[in-house]
Structure formats: C-alpha cells, structure tokens
C-alpha cells in the first residue's frame, strides 16, 4: 500500500528557492544500482493540490509524464531481481508568467515515494520519502522567468525528469537494497531512449487549490 505523510509543508514558501539547471539528467552513463530490476512502475494523483501561483494540469498529465521519465530513467537496468516503485503525487505548481527580475515564480513538484522488494514481498523503509523537486534554472530562465522561457509542457518535463533523477539519489543513498558492490564500477552503459516532450493537452478545469487531507492509501498490485 501507499503511505503518506498526511500534510506537506507550506510549500508557496519553497517557490523562492533556486535549483540547479538540468536539461536532461540522462546524458551521462547511468550509475550502477546492483541487482535492480524495474518491475512495477506505479504513479498516482488521486491527492494532488495545487500550489498556487500555477498554470493548470491534470492528475492524468501528471501521472503520465512522471510514469514515462521513472521508466526512462530506470527502465534499462536488467539486474536479477525485482523492486517496484510507487509514487504519490503530492503537489505541483507550475510557474505563470511573472514580472522578470521582480516577481519570478519558480515551478515544483512534491512526491511521496515507495520502493519494494518483490521477491521479500516488503517495502524496504517504514516511512514514504517525500522529495521536492524543483524546475531549475537556467541562464534563460534566471533573468525573464520559466514563466515566460518556457511553456507548460516543458515545465513539466524538467520536472519529471528532475524528479526521477532525484528518486535514483534517493535510493543509492541506500545501497544496502540493491545488494550494490561497493568494488564494482560506479557506472554502467546503457541506450537511453532520446526524450520527447509529450504533447499535453491543456485542460479546461484547473486543477484543485485546497488545503491537502488525509485521503485513502490506494493498494499496490498484489506481490508474489
């Protein structure tokens, strides 16, 4: 099952903060995570809010996009035994455009993450990691805002991918899990499928801005 914590923090406060640019995380060797195996892939919105200020998206765009960056991302390592992830999604906030150099939002995203074990049957901590994803900013965004550098779609991709990366740290900060040989080489090569900015159609609803409730813990595909 999916575990959350039952708030997130004020999280308009984290609008000011600044990342690191990070066009596309995948183009370097992808880093050795022992026995890994991607088995299930699970993405859910059911809870998400909206961070204000936004533009719009759906739950369905969301879950889409992060589905397809998670399986980018960890899709092509072929160890002998299965783990499954399973994300929340928690917030979002997706930056209109604003003033440059005066009122310059930047965009988030906050997920509550699980990883299992299939063949234990287990999931491998007690408590959902909650990460905050930020967009980033590059030299263009720095100075006229993502607002106004970049569309909808592409604030969504940064963050999706910046997402899985942030998801992969998380779990070689673990290495206990995979079984990973500290002697072995940290680096593994791999074909990673080219991105694609997904096309993403905007909705005619904005999304809900409320403050975040506890919600059933939607279950997890029976594990063998």
């Known amino acids: 099952m999916f575990d959350r914590p039952t708030r997130f923090a004020p999280l308009a406060l984290a609008?000011?903060?600044?990342?690191c640019a990070a066009p596309d995380p995948l183009t370097d060797e992808l880093p050795n995570m022992g026995d890994f195996r991607l088995g299930h892939n699970i993405v859910v919105a059911d809870s998400m809010?909206?961070?204000?200020?936004?533009r719009d998206a759906t739950s369905e765009e969301w879950v889409a996009i992060l589905t397809s960056e998670i399986d980018r991302r960890f899709g092509a390592y072929e160890g002998d035994r299965l783990y499954h992830i399973g994300i929340a999604i928690d917030g979002y906030a997706l930056a209109p455009p604003g003033v440059p150099l005066v009122l310059n939002p930047r965009s988030i995203l906050v997920l509550s993450v699980n990883v299992w074990d299939d063949?234990?049957?287990?999931k491998l901590h007690d408590d959902p990691e909650q990460i905050l994803v930020m967009e980033g900013a590059s030299s263009?965004?720095?100075v006229i805002g993502s607002g106004l550098a970049r569309t909808r779609e592409e604030q969504m991709q940064v963050l999706a991918r910046?997402?899985?990366?942030q998801v992969q740290r998380w779990m070689l900060d673990n290495p206990e899990w995979f079984s990973i040989d500290p002697d072995a080489a940290p680096f593994q090569a791999?074909?990673?499928?080219?991105?694609?900015?997904?096309?993403?159609v905007e909705s005619p609803t904005?999304?809900?801005?409320?403050e975040p409730v506890t919600a059933p813990a939607p279950l997890l595909p029976s594990i063998p």
Do not use: K
């Open 15 to 19: 609008l000011i903060m600044i990342g």
């Open 190 to 200: 791999a074909t990673i499928e080219p991105a694609v900015v997904a096309e993403v």
């Open 206 to 210: 904005a999304g809900p801005v409320a």
């Open 140 to 142: 263009e965004t720095a």
């Open 119 to 122: 063949a234990a049957g287990v």
């Open 162 to 165: 910046n997402a899985a990366r």
């Open 49 to 54: 809010q909206q961070i204000p200020p936004s």
